[in-house]
């Protein structure tokens, strides 16, 4: 009987394992796991309010029935396939947790049969985590494209964030690469979500999309303009972007990956578009509308207006701050902060633990510039 019990829990984490594999291509565990769980797949370093967080982070099927061109595990490829039941991976989560493994879950699946029946697994699992283990901590669901509103709805009642992956920028480039989805029907979800998250209607307070970067031959500029409308409009907290890479096995084997630069350069403009108070039309991009790879956005936008610079920090509006290379909302505060006690001296900015040399040739203090080429400057931690 203890062998059968054995094998039955092998096998449970030999899913579990495949599965993590599934949710993600690369394991960032970085912790020894005891002998009773020998996976890390399925372990993700989360980062969030200043440390790393540990997620377990698993799919609970990857059999699908979609066909997007670039996934591996898309209906049709040759690989294997895995599922767990809603039990199986609540009580998978509650050992990880009780080890002192995870913090929290980030819950996902491929489409197993139609979206409204893989999402009730997936919330039916969220019940389990939080009705029956009593877990009330960090829980991430995602929201499977054409499900049906009232299991949506339950998804945000229960998890602290819920996700919807756009994958591209617009209707034709996600038709090009996901030929089953429908752009305006994930719209019409985010704002479902959105509604709902601004008036209270359950635990999630952000939702948050991924794109595909380099699989339908869109432009960065194609991003840009995208993204005030989904951080304004639709209230998302987040743009998340991964770079294309080749799978075997897929239509999409063939093709180039992507530079992971570029993935770079867009989460810094799209953070330019939400914190900023940047325009997507102020961002300078190249002949084919893509960002500039040599130089980040922030600072080729101060290099193409001088006129703007220097900027004297103990008149210039928070704003304006905003636009120094090298200073960010933080920063600012403690400007701001700092001038309300009196006049800001550059004396004054090096204990701030700011990045002042990146911001010095943009700056001027009580009217004075600064060469802090022979001076010790205090970085950030």
């Known amino acids: 009987m203890k062998g059968v019990a054995f094998h039955r829990r092998a096998d449970l984490w030999h899913r579990v394992a495949e599965l993590g594999r599934a949710a993600r291509e690369e394991v960032s565990a970085e912790r020894e796991l005891p002998d009773s769980l020998p996976f890390r797949s399925w372990l993700y370093p989360a980062k969030g309010g200043g440390r790393t ?38 009580r998978a989560f509650l050992q990880a947790l009780q080890a002192g493994l995870v913090e929290g879950i ?7 049969d139609d979206p409204t029946r893989t999402m009730e697994r997936l919330v039916a699992t969220a019940e389990i985590i939080r009705h029956r283990y009593g877990f009330r901590g960090y829980l991430h669901l995602k929201i499977m494209p054409g499900a049906e509103d009232a299991v949506i709805e339950r998804a945000v009642e229960l998890a602290d964030r819920v996700s919807i992956n756009l994958e591209a920028p617009g209707r034709e480039r996600l038709r090009r690469i996901c030929p089953e989805k429908d752009f305006d029907g994930i719209i019409g979800h985010m704002r479902k979500m959105g509604q709902l998250i601004r008036r209270g209607k359950g635990r999630a307070k952000a939702q948050t999309t991924q794109f595909v970067l380099g699989a339908s031959g869109e432009s960065d500029r194609e991003f840009l ?80 207006h001088p006129e703007f610079f220097p900027v004297e920090v103990n008149r210039a509006e928070p704003e304006e701050l905003l636009r120094v290379p ?31 040399r990146r911001a010095a040739p943009f700056i001027l203090a009580d009217g004075k510039s600064h060469d802090l080429s022979s001076t010790q400057v205090h970085r950030p931690r």
């Open 53 to 90: 967080i540990p997620i377990f982070k698993v799919l609970l099927s990857n059999v699908c029935n979609g066909h997007c061109l670039y996934c591996a595990n898309r209906g049709g490829r040759d690989c294997p396939r895995y599922s767990l039941k809603p039990e199986e991976m609540a």
């Open 326 to 356: 090298g200073f960010g909302p933080r920063t600012v505060s403690k400007i701001l902060s700092l001038r309300s006690k009196g006049r800001i001296r550059w004396d004054d900015l090096k204990g701030l633990r700011i990045q002042l």
């Open 225 to 304: 303009h995208l993204m005030p409308f989904l951080y304004r409009d639709l209230g998302l907290r987040r743009c998340y972007f991964e770079a294309f890479r080749p799978v075997p096995g897929t239509p999409l084997e063939d093709r180039p990956a992507e530079d992971p630069l570029r993935q770079r350069r867009l989460y810094q403009a799209s953070f330019l578009i939400r914190d900023y108070g940047f325009s997507p039309e102020e961002l300078p991009v190249d002949e084919r509308g893509n960002l500039l790879r040599d130089v980040d956005p922030k600072l080729a936008w101060a290099m193409g």
């Open 106 to 112: 980030f819950l996902s699946s491929s489409i197993v």
